[in-house]
């Protein structure tokens, strides 16, 4: 298992379909256009300072929660077949609520 240190997060970031529900294979194209401006994934470990530099240093983000956050933040590592991305936590930009 990968665990952040200091003020990062590990994600794993949401996979792009390559078909529609329809059975349509979407184009690389539409693939990279749909993952342009953010990323939305899994926070699945939070290191022991991430959020502490901001407001009262309550964790926004829990390990479960889905963010979005930038798409060229942090660094991307593979543990097996699982990859992950290591950002900042600043660059978590918001939860995604359900319902």
């Not at 184009?27 to 699945?44: L, N």
């Not at 290191?47 to 479960?64: H, I, Y």
Request: glycine letters at 10%; aromatic letters at 6%.
């Amino acid at each position: 298992m990968i665990e952040p240190s200091g003020h990062r997060v590990l994600i794993q970031p949401e996979t792009v379909e390559e078909k529609t529900a329809g059975g349509i294979i979407l184009a690389a194209t539409t693939k990279e256009r749909d993952q342009q401006a953010t990323m939305r994934g899994t926070v699945v470990a939070v290191g022991v300072n991430a959020w502490k530099a901001f407001d009262d240093g309550t964790p926004w983000a829990q390990v479960g929660d889905k963010v979005i956050f930038r798409k060229y933040a942090g660094e991307n590592v593979k543990d097996g077949e699982i990859d992950y991305r290591v950002v900042n936590d600043e660059d978590c930009l918001c939860v995604v609520k359900e319902g």
